[in-house]
């Protein structure tokens, strides 16, 4: 997954917590970068018509972004699900998050094979707690036994 897409994803998610435009701050705050390099890849975004962004009040995403940041926080899902139900990876949370940038669509997609993703991924995704709402239960499940 490349740097965009990786802005589109958290702009996405940040856009679902707003329930509206995405702050630039809030952008950085997810990606752990300045709200300086924010603003930069924003602009790039923009210039690409991945997205629209207005001065004090935040970023929306045009549909092409919508489609393309879907598809990253998928990718992202399956990251995690294969780390914590094949690999068993406890902080599997941490570790897609190093993953993510590095694992691309074709690697994405044969790990897809591998696992049991749900068929509504990534509605499943639970923006507050920043994991897969069904991966969680079934940790929880998993922990409980």
């Known amino acids: 997954m490349n740097t965009a897409d990786q802005y589109l994803k958290a702009i996405y998610l940040v856009q679902q917590l707003e329930d509206g435009p ?20 924003i602009g790039k975004l923009e210039s690409r018509g991945l997205c629209h962004h207005e001065k004090y009040k935040g970023v929306d995403l045009s549909e092409e972004g919508i489609g393309r940041a879907r598809d990253a926080l998928q990718q992202y899902c399956i990251i995690e699900r294969f780390l914590l139900q094949v690999l068993e990876v ?42 897969c709402s069904l991966l969680a239960h079934e940790r929880d499940v998993a922990d409980a036994d």
Not at 106 to 129: G, K, M, S, Y
């Open 22 to 41: 995405a702050s630039t701050g809030a952008v950085a705050e997810q990606l752990d970068v300045s709200p300086a390099s924010a603003n930069e890849m």
């Open 90 to 131: 406890e902080s599997f949370r941490a570790e897609a998050t190093q993953l993510e940038p590095v694992i691309d669509e074709t690697v994405a997609e044969r790990l897809d094979t591998i696992i049991n993703r749900a068929p509504q991924c990534p509605d499943c995704f639970a923006h507050e707690e920043d994991v």
